[in-house]
């Protein structure tokens, strides 16, 4: 998954620059668990992770998707002899106008949008764009600014890629119990 300067490259190995075959690189939960629960801190982590997406369909949203990268999606154990310390996401989703009493909503489920809480609780470095507000120069700015910053290592000029996971409950309820499972298996090892 990784290249050999340790992260996703931003065009699929083989691909022409212009292939659509590129980042943000689709990848469903599971999957992505799966691929990235290799060791004891990324599968907390993951577990932050998923408790994170369960406050989301809590507060009553269920649809959209997360861009997610950081050193996360880094071989960061070789490139930097360390391990992550938290994942980065970016959450699309509508809730402005969808969502029935919003300024009330918000206030309720401030842990989802204060970030330095949302670190602390979940281990996720959480950001927002509301799709509700619409294709307009500030969305437009809010996805190029993440996609420009994501697009590269934050310290060197490497390129590198990152993926798009959809909100889906009912898959998040699958991984969880792979990483619950996983989890007492690396307890009992």
Same mark, same amino acid.
């Given at each position: ?12 190995l ?34 932050g ?22 050193s ?13 310390n /938290?994942? @980065? *996401? ?9 969502? +029935?009493?919003y300024? !009330?909503? =918000? ?37 190029t ?9 934050r /310290?060197? @000029? *490497?390129?590198?890629?990152f ?5 889906? +409950?009912?898959?998040? !309820?699958? =991984? ?14």
């Open positions: 998954m990784w290249n050999i300067r340790g992260v996703i490259p931003p065009v699929a083989n691909e022409e620059g212009h292939s659509y075959n590129r980042s943000p690189y689709s990848i469903n939960i599971n999957k992505f668990i799966k691929d990235f629960a290799f060791s004891s801190e990324r599968i907390e982590i993951l577990i992770f998923l408790a994170y997406r369960q406050a989301i369909y809590s507060s009553g949203i269920e649809t959209g998707f997360q861009w997610v990268n950081g996360f999606a880094e071989n960061v154990e070789s490139i930097a002899d360390r391990a992550p /938290d994942i @980065d *996401i970016v959450t699309f989703s509508n809730f402005y106008h969808t969502i +029935p009493d300024p !009330n909503w =918000a206030q309720r489920n401030i842990h989802l949008f204060d970030n330095p809480t949302a670190k602390n609780k979940y281990k996720v470095d959480s950001y927002w764009v509301d799709m509700d507000l619409g294709f307009n120069e500030a969305s437009i700015r809010k996805c600014y993440w996609y420009s910053m994501w697009s590269h290592q /310290d060197t @000029d *490497i390129w590198k890629g993926f798009v996971i959809p909100l889906s +409950p009912s898959d998040d !309820n699958e =991984a969880m119990k792979y990483l619950s499972e996983l989890k007492i298996e690396s307890n009992h090892a």
